[in-house]
């Protein structure tokens, strides 16, 4: 069966640090991959997604990038942490029309 | 202009009644499929239910059934007999297929309806 995986949990950064969150699939091969933000009480930001390993395409301009190293794998990135990237962030995996899964995220906060 | 609008911020129901989340949504793609998901406190994103543009029934899973008037852009989610596990945020969503490169560009999602089953 098809499971994803992120971590950490939870983080709790300064402003101005760096920022790694990792994602990774088991269970498939070639999937797209996607990066969601959810800021407190909102629906959900598609920040980018991924059709196979090293392409990636940005949906929003921000501060954040994306890197796919692996066929598995998709890490969201920053060099130097805002306020405004706290929240909720959602790694999924979209195959087939209807196959959307999401994995348990990141709770982010920016202090 | 919103892809996803969802009308309804909160709603307090009483367990055992019938739901209907609001969903309306705006495509000129006549190839899209439309999404309900659950988040529980947890955060986790939870798949309800599917509908796709072409398909001639309203999907039902269980409890849910989505109410699709394609004429109205419209795709509403059915909770029949709420129970307190009910409780939580509900997103609807849209995956725009033919316009957007196959849909390779993930789902478009509302702002979500909390929805509190009261006892």
């Known amino acids: ?111 | 202009a919103q892809k996803i609008t969802q009308t309804q911020p909160g709603m307090f129901v009483q367990e055992k009644e019938a739901v209907t989340l609001d969903c309306t949504y705006d495509t000129s793609d006549p190839s899209y499929g439309l999404f309900w998901y659950k988040q529980p406190s947890s955060g986790e994103m939870i798949f309800l239910i599917y509908q796709g543009s072409y398909d001639q029934q309203n999907a039902t899973e269980g409890r849910y059934s989505l109410n699709f008037q394609k004429a109205r852009k419209s795709a509403n989610l059915v909770i029949s007999a709420s129970q307190l596990g009910d409780s939580a945020m509900y997103f609807c969503a849209m995956r725009e297929l033919m316009y957007s490169g196959g849909g390779a560009d993930g789902l478009t999602f509302g702002k979500g309806t909390h929805l509190i089953i009261q006892p």
């Open chain 1, 1 to 111: 069966s098809q499971t994803i995986h992120q971590w950490p949990a939870t983080l709790v950064q300064p402003v101005g640090s760096p920022l790694s969150l990792e994602c990774t699939v088991e269970g498939t091969s070639n999937p797209n991959l996607y990066w969601y933000r959810q800021a407190a009480g909102r629906g959900l930001q598609l920040l980018f997604y991924s059709v196979g390993i090293g392409q990636i395409s940005s949906e929003v301009p921000q501060n954040l990038s994306a890197s796919r190293p692996q066929d598995r794998q998709f890490i969201l990135s920053s060099k130097k942490l805002l306020l405004s990237d706290s929240g909720f962030y959602l790694c999924a995996w979209i195959a087939g029309t209807y196959e959307q899964y999401f994995g348990p995220g990141t709770r982010l906060t920016v202090t």
